[in-house]
């Protein structure tokens, strides 16, 4: 039997709660549940070939989107020493909300190794706007620059939805900005977490 262990930081109840259930492969094939806007069940499944990839389902079995999550030793954050953390090498969403759900499963999994909640991940191919939003920042000697030129894509953004140009500000290409090193701070993970009831098993 898998033992039950309540999260080290307290979170209030939310539409967004997420739910984890860690337990052995053989015992079940899902290990996490999550609620999208307080309705939709989503599963979470590790997959069979990849011990780092995880799957989020619906209940028919449809596929949502995944992440890919790997143990690291990286510096965290810009100032930072080699700390144990999470990171994301890959993140894919098919549904509005999932990619948030998939920061939070991150977030959490790595206080259930060890990690403190520690996340970090690259951001590329015009992602920048949505880890920035979701907490992330740059974690390079040049932080500040990468921050400002990230707040400036993102007013640039705002206003091409207002002028409706862009269904959101999200899908603005960012690509320009490179390959950027991002890190979640500690008061963005405790954030994260307090976005739903968290129980790990």
């Known amino acids: 039997m898998p033992v039950r262990l309540q999260s080290n930081i307290s979170a209030p109840h939310t539409a967004n709660a997420i739910r984890l259930v860690l337990v052995p492969a053989q015992e079940s094939k899902i290990i996490g549940e999550a609620l999208l806007a307080g309705e939709s069940k989503i599963l979470i499944k590790p997959s069979r070939k990849d011990p780092n990839k995880y799957y989020f389902l619906n209940t028919d079995g449809q596929k949502l989107g995944y992440v890919c999550l790997?143990?690291?030793?990286?510096?965290?954050?810009?100032?930072?020493?080699?700390?144990?953390?999470?990171?994301?090498?890959?993140?894919?969403?098919?549904?509005?909300?999932?990619?948030?759900?998939?920061?939070?499963?991150?977030?959490?999994?790595?206080?259930?190794?060890?990690?403190?909640?520690?996340?970090?991940?690259?951001?590329?191919?015009?992602?920048?706007?949505?880890?920035y939003l979701a907490g992330f920042r740059s974690s390079s000697k040049t932080h500040t620059d990468d921050d400002k030129s990230i707040q400036l894509a993102i007013e640039f953004a705002e206003n091409r939805v207002k002028k409706g140009t862009a269904r959101s500000k999200k899908d603005y290409d960012t690509s320009y900005l490179g390959y950027m090193h991002m890190y979640l701070p500690e008061d963005k993970i405790i954030e994260i977490v307090k976005k739903g009831n968290v129980t790990i098993y």
């Open 70 to 131: 790997e143990n690291s030793c990286a510096n965290y954050g810009p100032d930072g020493s080699p700390e144990r953390n999470l990171y994301v090498s890959y993140i894919r969403s098919y549904e509005k909300g999932i990619g948030s759900l998939m920061h939070e499963f991150a977030v959490l999994l790595s206080e259930q190794k060890g990690f403190k909640g520690r996340v970090t991940l690259q951001a590329t191919n015009g992602s920048h706007i949505f880890h």
